[in-house]
T-cell receptor, first 113, second 113 residues
Framework: AQSVSQHNHHVILSEAASLELGCNYSYGGTVNLFWYVQYPGQHLQLLLK??????LVKGIKGFEAEFIKSKFSFNLRKPSVQWSDTAEYFCAVTPLNNNDMRFGAGTRLTVKP | DGGITQSPKYLFRKEGQNVTLSCEQNLNHDAMYWYRQDPGQGLRLIYYSQIVNDFQKGDIAEGYSVSREKKESFPLTVTSAQKNPTAFYLC????????????FGPGTRLTVT
């Protein structure tokens, strides 16, 4: 089965700093890729997803991610973080045409005001 | 209001007892999932079901059982064979295959003493 690695367990940034969270997956075939966010006390929700086409995808709240197939990576970026971005971020992957979704361990982001 | 409901929010059980966690969705989604969330380990897939009367084991199915008799419902039983049952359990659902986002319920925190 596919697997996902997120390299950073806890990231602490000041407001207005740039963000990049790493995500690498392991799978031999074509995949769909996702980033989810879990704000404190709230449900997991989708930030963005990639399934085909332009490898640079834009999501909600100014987030974007780039799929680099040769590196099996799908890193999440935001040019300028806000205090309200404090949350836990999860990368996930499914094989093409399959509902078997696997998540990474998550990265906790703390943004200091 | 469409969504996923999980009940109860908090559940306490004595060691050696089986316990069933409820998950209901009114989104008309075909696929449903159960995850376990532990600090630092992200979401780990327990079971998933793509259609009624069918389900597949995830990475950590041992000590758990599920049923899918109705499209709307996917209950999870934590049996006495599960060695570390205390955790936060999340139910999710999705429509379509592969590139569709999962919608998550609010979760059930199970404590076994």
């Amino acid at each position: 089965a596919q697997s996902v690695s997120q390299h950073n367990h806890h990231v602490i940034l000041s407001e207005a700093a740039s963000l990049e969270l790493g995500c690498n997956y392991s799978y031999g075939g074509t995949v769909n890729l996702f980033w989810y966010v879990q704000y404190p006390g709230q449900h997991l929700q989708l930030l963005l997803k990639y399934f085909s086409g332009d490898p640079l995808v834009k999501g909600i709240k100014g987030f974007e991610a780039e799929f680099i197939k040769s590196k099996f990576s799908f890193n999440l970026r935001k040019p300028s973080v806000q205090w309200s971005d404090t949350a836990e971020y999860f990368c996930a992957v499914t094989p093409l045409n399959n509902n078997d979704m696997r998540f990474g361990a998550g990265t906790r982001l703390t943004v200091k005001p | 209001d469409g969504g996923i409901t999980q009940s109860p929010k908090y559940l306490f059980r004595k060691e050696g007892q089986n316990v069933t966690l409820s998950c209901e969705q009114n989104l008309n989604h075909d696929a449903m999932y159960w995850y376990r969330q532990d600090p630092g380990q992200g979401l780990r897939l327990i079971y998933y079901s793509q259609i009624v009367n069918d389900f597949q084991k995830g990475d950590i199915a041992e000590g758990y059982s599920v049923s899918r008799e109705k499209k709307e419902s996917f209950p999870l039983t934590v049996t006495s064979a599960q060695k570390n049952p205390t955790a936060f359990y999340l139910c999710a659902s999705t429509t379509g295959t592969g590139a569709y986002e999962q919608y998550f319920g609010p979760g059930t925190r199970l404590t076994v003493t």
